[in-house]
């Protein structure tokens, strides 16, 4: 049985506490977008496999490592990027054709349904081993003061259970258990994790649970502002490459 690790408690992904998320097929976002939607607005996310070209991916991935061989910064593998790398790749028009690209708007145009436009600050990610991220919805970080709002968590590269990907708490949306946490944490913006314990996070409503992946190079994860999320720690040896995304 797989398992993984969040913030020191271990879970089984045997459907009970946890579980693997579901796929969906990048074909359904110009075949089908009204049932992307809802697939969306009922999931709380949706795992969109394959929607971005490997090789570009892996272009933004080499960029990122080779900006933090040549100039390593103080905490690098502690959660996010150091803001001078960040800024870099901010600027890069590798990472830009990834950001700005069409899959991406086309994605975003089918989960809206109308055109899409995306915010200029961007939240790039490294994490190294024994480090996970607590427990938060995005509002609190990226409101801007509107609900029409989605993130999209890109890994640079595959990121298997043992290294750490994002996991949600399933409909944490929409479940009933949830609504004053969205009421009330859900709608600060200001900065602030909700929780480091994984067992308070899924203990608000009886039907929660954790869902994670196994991500892979290409895949986009969409969530909305109020689904309650954070990653699985990264269990690789110290001497492992650092997760990014």
């Keep these: 049985m797989e398992e993984i690790e969040l913030q020191g408690h271990t879970f089984p992904l045997d459907g009970a506490q946890a579980a693997l998320m579901e796929s969906t097929p990048a074909a359904l976002v110009a075949d089908d977008p009204a049932a992307l939607r809802a697939q969306f607005e009922r999931q709380g996310y949706v795992l969109v496999r394959s929607l971005l070209p490997r090789p ?14 040549a100039d390593p910064q103080e905490g690098l593998g502690r959660g996010m990027l150091p803001r001078p790398h960040a800024d870099a790749m901010m600027n890069s028009a590798t990472f830009r054709r990834v950001s700005h690209g069409p899959e991406l708007f086309a994605l975003f145009d089918a989960l809206f349904d109308e055109p899409s436009v995306t915010l200029d600050y961007k939240h790039f990610r490294a994490v190294g081993p024994a480090v996970g991220t607590p427990f ?25 259970l043992r290294t750490g990907g994002v996991a949600v708490v399933d409909r944490s949306h929409s479940l009933p258990g949830f609504s004053r946490v969205r009421q009330t944490y859900g709608e600060q913006e200001v900065h602030g994790m909700l929780s480091s314990d994984p067992l308070e996070c899924i203990g608000f409503d009886p039907a929660a649970r954790w869902l994670t992946a196994d991500y892979r190079a290409g895949d986009v994860l969409a969530f909305p502002m109020d689904l309650l999320h954070g990653s699985c720690t990264n269990r690789n040896d110290a001497a492992a490459p650092l997760r990014l995304s």
């Design 56 to 69: 570009l991916v892996a272009a933004v991935e080499d960029e990122i490592r080779a900006l933090a061989a």
């Design 136 to 160: 938060h919805m995005d509002r609190t970080y990226m409101g801007r003061g509107s609900r029409r709002l989605t993130t999209a968590w890109i890994p640079w590269h595959d990121i298997p």
